[in-house]
Structures are given as structure tokens and as C-alpha cells.
Nanobody, 123 residues
Framework: QVQLVESGGGLVQAGGSLRLSCAAS????????MGWFRQAPGKEREFVAT????????TYADSVRGRFTISRDNAKNTVFLQMNSLKPEDTAVYYC????????????????WGQGTQVTVSS
């Protein structure tokens, strides 16, 4: 079992930045593909970014590519999402997830999920 806890969300103005963290416990994340997803009110949960086991491969949704950066520190069992140039449409609850499918962008490929952290971007 892997427990995931996200932090770092909050309220920020458009154009600002936030850094989300996802702290894992229970097992090492070094053998897991790690992903970030988000869900806005009334919308389905959508893929944001994912990173491979060693961090060598990253994949981003078109909507965030060039603005967001996913990274991981396996020694600290933590995954990060650096979000720059934030837009009001980035407002959502952001979830961290762990899975075993390489570069997967679908929710059903991830086994473990955090409780989410709210990100609100004001215009």
C-alpha cells in the first residue's frame, strides 16, 4: 500500500506560481510511475503530468506543457509539480497518483491516489 498526501495548493493570482508536493508513505515510490491529475467543479478528472520511475521521462497535457514541470525525489519519497504562469482555467483540485503503467495518462492506470489539494487562480 502507498499513502499519498498532497500539499502546496492555495489561492494565487493569474500569472503566479505554486509548487505542489506529494509525500508518499508505506512503500518506496521508486518502482512507481507517478502522475498528477486535476478535477474542476462539474468536470471529469483530467491528466496533467506524469514522470517515470527514475524521472528520465516526463509527459504533459497540452494545456500545461511549457508552464508546469513534474519532478521526483525518490530518496525523499516525494513528487513535485511546479506550476508557473497560472491561468484561471487551472483552477481545480489537484491529485497525486501512483501506478505501474509507463507514461500512462489515464486515471484507471493509477492504483493509489491522494486526497487532493485545491488550487484557485484568480483573474
Amino acid at each position: 500500500q502507498v499513502q499519498l498526501v498532497e500539499s502546496g495548493g492555495g489561492l494565487v493570482q493569474a500569472g503566479g506560481s505554486l509548487r505542489l508536493s506529494c509525500a508518499a508513505s508505506g512503500r518506496s515510490i521508486s518502482s512507481y510511475q507517478m502522475g498528477w491529475f486535476r478535477q474542476a467543479p462539474g468536470k471529469e478528472r483530467e491528466f496533467v503530468a506524469t514522470i517515470s520511475w527514475t524521472g528520465g521521462t516526463t509527459t504533459y497535457a497540452d494545456s500545461v506543457r511549457g508552464r508546469f514541470t513534474i519532478s521526483r525525489d525518490n530518496a525523499k519519497n516525494t513528487v513535485f509539480l511546479q506550476m508557473n504562469s497560472l491561468k484561471p482555467e487551472d483552477t481545480a483540485v489537484y491529485y497525486c497518483a501512483a501506478g505501474v503503467v509507463y507514461r500512462s495518462t489515464t486515471t484507471n492506470s493509477y492504483t493509489y491516489w491522494g486526497q487532493g489539494t485545491q488550487v484557485t487562480v484568480s483573474s
